[in-house]
């Protein structure tokens, strides 16, 4: 299959179109093979980074699927690292195809969705409203979990989560998504009367909120929770087009 086939197939399912007036990254294609080019090989990553172009090169890849890519919104000067990545791409001529809200959002593949699974919530409703448009989820727990349970399951390598607040039920029944950076969603989550609010990053601005609400809150690392959407991309393609797919682990710690 050729990049014009892929970007097809992506589009076949991933909201790319219909949320480009949200997303400030630049979904879909960011920089082309040759047209006539066959793609065979595809790596995944979290972020479009120079060792996640490197390795994905090293290791003979066609396409280079990335949760963030390079482009966010506004024109930036060809210079510096962004020079040195594009001119990557371009030697060993290898795409790069960007999916950031889009693969949050999506009911499935996406982030919040495999987080959900991870768990097992069931009666799942969307959750987190982005400029209208949630892309969370919410569900109840299979039974009553305690905390650090919840942490093993979503940080299953055993790392520690970036901040854990305790400010809840000890026995949790209900549990609310969102990836990344979304803190302040915690806030919707209090309004819902949710048990544990989970997403990738903490801010100070909402401590009291979370004390106050009586929630449980754990931020368990913007990386740790947006490494499940490209990993399922990864099976899918890898299922439906028959392509040699890998994912390439690039923690940052954050």
């Known amino acids: 299959m050729i990049l014009a086939e892929f970007d097809t197939w992506a589009r076949s399912f991933l909201e790319i179109d219909q949320l480009r007036q949200i997303d400030d990254s630049l979904n879909g294609i960011q920089v082309a093979c040759d047209t006539s080019k066959q793609i065979q090989k595809m790596a995944v990553a979290v972020d479009a980074c120079a060792e996640s172009i490197r390795r994905a090169r090293n290791m003979g890849a066609d396409l280079l699927f990335v949760h963030h890519g390079l482009f966010w919104g506004k ?3 060809l210079t510096g690292s962004l020079r040195e990545r594009l001119k990557m791409l371009f030697d060993s001529d290898m795409a790069l195809y960007a999916c950031h809200l889009p693969l949050d959002k999506h009911p499935e593949v996406g982030n919040n969705a495999q987080l959900a699974n991870l768990l097992g919530l069931k009666e799942r409703k969307a959750f987190g409203i982005y400029h209208g448009i949630s892309i969370g989820w919410s569900g109840v727990l299979p039974k009553p979990t305690k905390l650090d349970q919840i942490i093993a399951k979503i940080l299953p390598d055993g790392s520690a989560a970036k901040s854990v607040i305790a400010a809840g039920p000890k026995e949790i029944k209900t549990v609310a998504i969102v990836s990344g950076g979304a803190p302040f969603e915690s806030l919707e989550a209090i309004t ?20 106050e609400g009586g929630i449980n809150f754990i931020a368990a690392g913007h990386y740790a929770t947006e490494v499940w959407g490209v ?14 797919t890998i994912f390439l682990d690039i923690p940052t710690g954050l």
């Not at 990993?231 to 040699?244: T, V």
């Open 192 to 211: 819902e009367g949710i048990d544990l609010y989970i997403t990738g990053e903490p801010s100070h601005s909402i401590y009291h909120y979370l004390i």
């Open 231 to 244: 990993k399922a991309i990864a099976e899918k393609a890898h299922a439906e087009l028959g392509l040699d």
């Open 75 to 77: 024109p930036e000067p």
